[in-house]
């Protein structure tokens, strides 16, 4: 009789133990997930700042502007060499001389000013500039004034439009004055831009 009651004990201490095994092992499982999902959680919410902060540079007015002039006056400057070296005229290879001349003189001031606002800019020309580059360079004779002098014309009327822009709309004021300062001079290369056209263009006909 004191053997069954014995057996029947620990059966009863082995149920206990069996079911307090599950127990454990539930609450540690719970812990797995929650500890699972907070990682989860964390990993989304450091991906959505990511994305945050990407569009918040793709969308900054001032890097964009600072962007684009330095790409414009890399193929001005690469463009206004080719001229020199190719120009039918006078007229064109003058005008790549001050093209080479100022743009570089403006390349120095927009990379201080780039640098002082600790922004990169772009150290070589785009694909589409390479392009035209590459197109106008297999051009000869007229051919070569006529179509370097289109180009420039356009260049300069998008450049006028963008330092435009950023005089009006640059919350920084350092950019701003610069922007405003490039104006005239920008100005004055689309006319000479024109210029260089117009006598292409005579030659032509």
């Known amino acids: 009789m004191k053997n069954l009651i014995n057996f029947k004990s620990i059966l009863v201490h082995s ?21 699972n999902e907070v990682t989860n959680q964390e990993k989304v919410n450091t991906m959505a700042a990511s994305d945050h902060t990407i569009v918040v540079i793709e ?3 001032d890097t964009t502007f600072l962007r684009k002039a330095a790409e414009m006056q ?6 206004g060499k080719l001229a020199q070296e190719k120009g039918n005229s006078a007229e064109v290879k003058e005008f790549g001389r001050v093209m080479e001349a100022e743009n570089t003189k403006s390349q120095t001031e927009i990379n201080a000013l780039a640098q002082s ?6 150290g070589s020309a785009t694909d589409d500039s390479m392009e035209a580059y590459n197109d106008l360079n ?5 051919d070569f004034g006529r179509s370097y002098s289109d180009r420039m014309v356009d260049q300069h009327e998008d450049a006028i439009d963008l330092f435009e822009n950023a005089a009006n709309d640059s919350e920084d004021p350092e950019i701003k004055a ?5 104006l005239p001079t ?14 292409s263009d005579n030659q032509n006909s």
């Open 74 to 79: 890399m193929e001005m400057i690469n463009f």
């Open 15 to 35: 149920f206990w133990m069996a079911g307090l095994i599950v127990v454990v092992s539930a609450c540690s499982d719970n812990k797995t997930v929650d500890s």
């Open 178 to 182: 610069w922007a405003s300062e490039q």
């Open 59 to 61: 969308n900054d007015n």
């Open 186 to 199: 920008l100005r004055n290369h689309l006319k000479l831009a024109e210029d260089s056209k117009e006598k």
């Open 138 to 142: 297999e051009e000869t004779g007229n």
């Open 117 to 122: 606002k600790s922004m990169s800019l772009p």
